[in-house]
């Protein structure tokens, strides 16, 4: 038991916990992940909107201004543009990774919003250190193959 929620009465010695908080509505359990929902569609409306391509919308990553290299995120504007208008295969060819972040992030949602309907508690996201590593291995491996002659098709 925990004992931040524990009162002892000292003439009987027994316990009182304090009550369980009322049950959310639906509709209260539904508010976080559709406000979630609905600032990622914002952001994503934006880009859909306002076209990365053109200069002068949005500032160019400090990494390939200095250097030259493209990073992991390099190119990931584009690809939210293009697959805000649907076009998959010029939002992978953007941003191949980014694209697989996306996918990620719907499927997270959709268990997020199933969960929350069903008044299940809300999913955690818990990830293993060597999960981070995995991660982490793949950005750079991503990272240098589009750097490459040989991954140019990964390139932006």
Request: charged fraction near 10%; hydrophobic fraction near 50%; glycine fraction near 10%.
């Amino acid at each position: 038991m925990s004992g931040e929620n524990q009162q002892v009465d000292a003439s009987s010695g027994s316990t009182d916990l304090a009550p369980p908080p009322a049950p959310m509505s639906r509709a209260g359990r539904l508010a976080r992940p559709a406000l979630t929902l609905t600032a990622a569609a914002a952001a994503l409306a934006y880009v859909g909107t306002v076209d990365p391509n053109e200069p002068g919308h949005y500032p160019v990553c400090p990494l390939f201004r200095l250097t030259g290299v493209l990073c992991p995120g390099c190119g990931g504007l584009r690809s939210a543009h293009a697959f805000a208008h649907g076009d998959l295969v010029t939002a992978v060819g953007a941003n191949a990774l980014a694209v697989a972040g996306y996918f990620f992030f719907a499927g997270f949602m959709i268990l997020w919003l199933v969960r929350a309907y069903r008044g299940a508690s809300a999913p955690r996201l818990v990830v293993r250190p060597s999960y981070w590593w995995g991660i982490g291995a793949v950005a750079v491996l991503f990272s240098v193959v589009r750097n490459l002659p040989m991954g140019a098709f990964l390139a932006p």
